[in-house]
């Protein structure tokens, strides 16, 4: 149990100093999930790829995500996948509907050029008005820039 | 609304008469009954609103009169408490050296008697400074119309004293923000441009955003999501059945819906393969044709006030900018060339202005420039200020303000008005948090 702690402390300090991933992203396996479930998915697969302001092009974490989950997703070929696109509070709510759309589909089309069927993945933005975390500073606006891969 | 209106310019041999007497008169220089609100620096007019005689409700109508004038920044209302002539005869001129010893440049009498289901009202806008009727009118309409009728007074005193339509008699269509940000109720309301009558025309159930009038009020346009998290698109509601109609039946996302200013048609964006383009439907035939194409984000598109041109912002040349084309697509232009990202760009009902929202250094700002680009001047600026949306005199501007969030709390999001000069801002009544304001064209009498 220490030992499983001490972990958690290592994987934690990695996080923070990469500064780009989430919590619930690409945490090792530290808890025991049932393997193939929405909840391992998310804590060990990583749901989330971040990007720069105003851009849709997907960063070299965010592959090492998407090819996290490409993976997991040939072996569980049982979801259908909605990639939604968010974007930070820094733009207008109309140009933001559209780069979320932008951010989603560039996760889509990585997703698919990894041979991940694309009947199998829809997108929808969500533009700026489903912020997570909820904050008005860089850390928040960060995390906000955002392409979450949601299980169905 | 069944409402009829006459000039009411009887007596008026009396009216001249009192001209006459009182143009011996001391007047005080500093104080006319006129006022230039393009000029650099104005001083707000003194104006004094007594209440209505007849029916209780003269008293509400003269409030509601005070209120409008008061909050267009162009009008000092002097409180009732500092008038000297009391128990004034609706019909006969005032006392002017009464009124100017009270500083006011303009009194305003009037009655409202409601009878066999009907009221009717009249009023009389008196010059104090030159000692005659400025303007009067007389209306009949139904009893439970009298706050439209009192704004319909403020919009003719307006123009009597700008020479500018009046905006009071208007709606505004909001988006009614609740609930914490992560999971945000967004609801399209629409109350009358002073908050009152406030209703909310979607459930809720999921996100409704930019609501925008027709010319006639009947209908709005908006962009709404679906259940189920199937893609947001673009509705046309009727705002008194509030039945409603799918307009963006397409696989993709639709939004950002405008009316062109014939009703005729509606503009929009569509997105396909993460790709945003401006499209025109004919909501006559439902038939889509596309005005723009290529990979960039083309989104916020807004017609010319007669109809012929487009503006829009687009991210083709790298960041976000605006540009002018055809109402049917074709002859695109850049028109804005300043430092920072351009977007929401609105072109004013007189034609003159286009405004938009601006991103610099960090901070957000409401500006206007001349529809050609050039003649750029910002207005209002903030952490977070969008969505520029014109009265119908074109004088006057509302917008959203959103306050930075802290503590993973929402910071407050608040509409505001301000004038073409920037001078005078003030933050509009709103039952709920707000965003996203739309103003109605004047209401159709």
Redesign the interface.
């Known amino acids: 149990m220490r030992m499983i702690k001490a972990l958690t402390a290592i994987a934690a300090m990695i996080l923070i100093a990469a500064c780009s991933n989430d919590q619930q992203a690409a945490a090792p396996a530290t808890t025991t999930v049932t393997p193939g479930s929405v909840a391992d998915f998310r804590q060990n697969v990583g749901d989330r790829v971040f990007f720069d302001t105003?851009q849709?092009t997907i960063r070299e974490d965010g592959r090492q995500t998407l090819n996290r989950q490409a993976e997991w997703l040939k072996k569980y070929g049982n979801y259908q996948i909605?990639v939604e696109g968010h974007c930070d509070?820094?733009?207008?709510?109309?140009?933001n509907?559209?780069?979320g759309?932008?951010r989603?589909?560039?996760a889509?089309?990585y997703l698919v050029a990894q041979g991940i069927p694309a009947a199998r993945i829809?997108?929808?933005?969500y533009g700026k008005?489903?912020?997570?975390?909820?904050?008005?500073d860089e850390a928040?606006w960060a995390r906000n820039r955002r392409a979450v891969t949601?299980l169905q | 609304m069944n409402t009829r209106f006459d000039m009411m310019l009887p007596r008026r041999q009396t009216i001249l008469g009192g001209v006459a007497l009182a143009a011996g008169a001391a007047r005080p220089a500093n104080a006319q009954l006129t006022i230039d609100m393009t000029k650099p620096s104005f001083e707000p007019v003194p104006i004094a609103i007594v209440d209505f005689k007849g029916d209780k409700v003269g008293a509400d109508i003269a409030g509601v009169v005070r209120n409008d004038l008061q909050n267009s920044g162009l009008f000092r209302s002097i409180p009732p408490s500092a008038f000297i002539q009391q128990n004034m005869d609706p019909n006969a001129p005032p006392r002017f050296p009464d009124w100017r010893s009270v500083g006011a440049a303009g009194v305003v009498v009037g009655q409202a008697t409601t009878s066999g289901g009907n009221i009717k009202v009249d009023f009389r806008l008196w010059d104090v400074v030159v000692g005659q009727q400025a303007t009067g009118l007389s209306f009949t309409s139904q009893p439970d119309k009298w706050r439209r009728l009192a704004h319909i007074i403020a919009d003719a005193i307006y123009k009597r004293v700008t020479g500018e339509e009046g905006y009071f008699d208007t709606r505004v269509a909001y988006v009614a923000e609740t609930g914490?940000?992560?999971?945000?109720v967004?609801r399209i309301a629409i109350m009358d441009q002073d908050g009152f009558n406030t209703r909310y025309i979607t459930d809720g159930k999921t996100?409704a955003?930019?609501p925008r009038f027709s010319p006639t009020l009947q209908e709005i346009v908006y962009?709404a999501y679906g259940e189920n998290?199937a893609?947001?698109r673009v509705y046309l509601q009727n705002v008194e059945s509030n039945r409603r109609e799918l307009l963006g039946n397409f696989p993709?996302?639709s939004?950002?819906p405008r009316f062109s200013p014939d009703g005729t048609k509606v503009v929009m964006?569509i997105?396909a393969?993460?790709?945003?383009d401006i499209y025109e439907m004919d909501l006559r035939g439902r038939a889509l044709r596309r005005l723009t194409s290529g990979p960039a984000?083309d989104?916020?598109p807004c017609y010319s006030n007669d109809g012929t041109q487009i503006v829009f912002?687009s991210?083709r040349g790298g960041?976000?900018q605006l540009y002018v084309m055809g109402a049917g697509g074709g002859g695109e232009r850049r028109i804005s060339f300043g430092e920072g990202?351009y977007?929401?760009p609105v072109w004013s009902p007189r034609g003159d202005f286009i405004a938009f929202?601006k991103?610099s250094g960090g901070s957000f700002g409401i500006g206007v420039m001349r529809s050609d680009g050039s003649g750029e001047r910002m207005l209002a600026n903030g952490?977070?200020v969008?969505?520029p949306t014109w009265a119908p005199n074109g004088r006057v501007l509302a917008f959203f303000r959103?306050q930075?969030?802290?503590g993973?709390?929402?910071?407050s999001v608040t509409l505001h008005q301000i004038d073409i000069t920037g001078r005078f801002e003030r933050q509009m009544p709103t039952q709920t948090d707000a965003?996203?304001p739309a103003w109605s064209p004047l209401i159709p009498q």
């Open positions: 105003d849709s909605t509070e820094r733009g207008t709510r109309e140009y509907l559209a780069l759309e932008r989603a589909n560039a889509r089309q829809k997108t929808i933005s008005e489903r912020p997570d975390p909820v904050g008005s928040a949601a | 914490p940000l992560g999971n945000r967004k996100i955003l930019t962009m998290n893609p947001p993709g996302m939004f950002a964006s997105s393969d993460g790709n945003t984000i989104t916020s912002n991210d960041t976000q990202r977007a929401t929202t991103i952490f977070l969008e969505g959103q930075p969030n802290s993973g709390r929402a910071g965003s996203d």
